[in-house]
């Protein structure tokens, strides 16, 4: 009998000690674990939150790109292509955007001097970026114009491309040529161009014109407004700026009301008036005697004197200026004096004028962007609501018919195998028709299978040779019926950027299309390629076999529809719908074209 061995006493404890320490580090792995867990989950909802914000941004820019004023271009610097320019590009250089994209600023002579393109690229290579260098260019309609113009640049697909932000200024230069060329009338004028570029309120930019043009005329008040007409043609003035007469408190009150921007000259038998109904000058430097003068109201700071402006824009009258009570009267030298100042005040209401007009079709626009964009939400929602409810019914239809098909089948068979020999010719021939028939019926519930699935899976886009997929099916056609002679031909080297598995769904059945239709000549020639429309791709598969007649062209694509016979041609009618139903989640087009016995081409394009 063995001795039982009994360990010393520092070896025990060294074993309870390291028992602990295994408790220890067992305690240690679950907080571990559970830190790690905490940790993982707090990352998956930080990157969740940045997906979202992330989506709000480029939906942020992508609205600041088409809302934008300005015209904003992405070109690439490596073949100076257009890769996307903004709706506000028309504007600016008066080229559509879809005539713009693909295309070189040399194909247009947007660059007015040769070489200006290439020193501008390079002075932003150097210093990463540009910020409003004044930049002249050439509107489609051959004119320069002067422009602010700002760049970056950026990477896209890792492709170095220049982002330009260009600002068409020829307007305010214009303004500033017209001040230049009046020796620089007086620095009211500077300032109020100083405004109108900065985007300032009307009423505080035309208040400063008025305290100038109050010093220079040496006149004791005046008003500067805007021309309008009421519904029945007469001309009234909204002040843009008046000085302050008041002199009770019914007039305070009309000075009030100018403030808030409602009051208006409307009364044509004054002074005044007579510019609004002329459009002319007026002088009166005896107001109290001249037949055209008005009542004043009681209290009315005396009239001495008086002045009145048409603002002129060509021929239409946009606005008037008026002036009184300078020392001496006024005179036809002071008129020319003040040319070039009434003819800024012009251009400027004009100006504003044009610019809220502007402002107003942006808001509009943008309300209209805005409502649009809720009522194609909307209906996307709808339609996708109705696809899926489709995909829903197509799958319960298809599977619900796959039993009893099964049970027709099935019983077919044990007639003719039970039963059989007391059947005629023609009761065998009624089982082979219904055993075929249900076995096209389940190739169309296949086929509707197939068709529902292709609105749900999602789509890879990369670059693929067409060309070899559409060789490798070519053989596997030809090997599935060696005894054909089939002459296929293929344009080399076409690319595109596709679904490969997709694309190659499309050409599968464009192309097995060809090869039944063409089963009936002794040489069947079959052709795939591509020709080029404007910036497009168009690509076809042509054959010369039974064709079609073209008066039934619009029902090629519909799913179960059929231009020849089962016994003519075998085939579900579900090919051409899925082919569409393909092109038209890559955002492209489908078409053909034929004629009976001479042969059929399918196009298709993809965005």
Not at 48 to 66: C, D, G, I, N
Not at 149 to 159: D, M, T, Y
Not at 235 to 253: E, G, K, N, V
Not at 365 to 391: F, P, W, Y
């Amino acid at each position: 009998m063995k001795k039982s061995t009994q360990l010393p006493p520092d070896a025990l404890a060294e074993l309870e000690a390291l028992r602990k320490r295994v408790a220890e580090l067992e305690t240690h792995e679950a907080e571990l674990e559970w830190a790690h867990n905490t940790l993982l989950e707090q990352i998956n909802r930080e990157h969740r939150q940045t997906e979202t914000a992330l989506r709000v941004s480029e939906e942020k820019l992508s609205r600041v790109f088409h809302a934008s004023p300005d015209a904003i271009v992405l070109s690439s610097l490596t073949t100076g292509r257009y890769v996307d320019v903004n709706p506000a590009f028309e504007k600016v250089f008066g080229h559509r955007p879809e005539e713009a994209i693909g295309k070189k600023a040399a194909d247009f002579g947007i660059w007015p001097e040769p070489g200006q393109r290439e020193r501008t690229i390079a002075l932003l290579l150097r210093q990463r970026e540009l910020v409003n260098q004044e930049v002249r260019f050439r509107h489609k309609s051959g004119r320069l114009f002067d422009s602010l113009f700002s760049a970056n640049v950026i990477e896209l697909n890792g492709e170095p491309c220049m982002l330009s932000v260009i600002r068409d200024i020829s307007d305010r230069k214009r303004i500033e040529q017209l001040v230049l060329e009046q020796n620089r009338m007086l620095h009211a004028i500077s300032e109020a161009q100083t405004d109108f570029i900065t985007d300032a309120e009307a009423h505080p930019t035309f208040d400063r014109l008025l305290t100038h043009l109050l010093d220079i005329a040496d006149s004791e008040y005046g008003f500067i407004g805007e021309v309008f007409r009421d519904g029945q043609g007469a001309p009234f003035l909204r002040p843009y700026a008046i000085t302050d007469i008041s002199w009770d408190d019914a007039s305070r009150q009309l000075y009030r009301k100018y403030l808030s921007g409602g009051f208006e000259f409307r009364n044509p038998n004054t002074l005044f008036g007579q510019v609004l109904t002329t459009g002319k000058p007026v002088i009166a430097n005896d107001p109290a005697h001249d037949p055209r003068r008005g009542g004043l109201p009681e209290g009315h700071p005396a009239l001495n004197a008086f002045l009145g402006l048409p603002l002129l824009r060509g021929d239409e009258l946009v606005g008037m200026v008026g002036v009184a009570n300078r020392p001496g009267g006024y005179d036809e030298a002071l008129l020319g004096h003040l040319q070039a100042f009434s003819a800024t005040c012009a251009v400027l209401i004009e100006a504003y004028r044009n610019n809220q007009r502007r402002r107003e079709a942006e808001n509009l626009l943008r309300k209209m962007n805005l409502e649009l964009e809720d009522h194609v939400n909307q209906r996307t929602a709808e339609l996708q609501a109705s696809i899926r409810e489709l995909e829903s019914f197509s799958y319960s239809v298809s599977h619900d018919l796959r039993s009893p098909l099964r049970g027709i089948n099935g019983f077919s068979r044990l007639l003719q195998q039970d039963y059989g020999e007391h059947l005629d010719e023609q009761g065998h021939e009624y089982l082979r028709r219904i055993c075929a028939a249900t076995l096209r019926m389940s190739e169309l519930i296949d086929g509707m299978i197939d068709l529902a699935q292709l609105t749900r899976e999602p789509i890879h886009l990369a670059d693929v040779d067409v060309t070899r997929l559409a060789v490798s099916i070519a053989r596997e056609l030809q090997s599935a019926e060696p005894e054909r002679k089939v002459a296929f031909k293929a344009a080399p080297d076409i690319r595109a950027r596709a679904d490969e598995r997709l694309l190659r769904v499309v050409l599968l059945n464009l192309l097995s299309n060809a090869w039944k239709f063409t089963a009936r000549r002794e040489t069947a020639h079959v052709e795939f390629g591509v020709r080029q429309t404007g910036s497009s791709q168009v690509f076809f598969v042509r054959d010369d076999g039974a064709g079609f007649d073209m008066k039934y062209a619009d029902k090629l694509f519909g799913a179960f529809q059929r231009l020849h016979g089962v016994k003519e041609f075998a085939g579900t009618g579900i090919g051409l719908a899925t082919v569409q139903r393909i092109v038209q989640r890559h955002g492209g087009l489908v078409w053909a074209e034929g004629e009976v016995d001479k042969g059929a081409s399918f196009y298709f394009t993809l965005a």
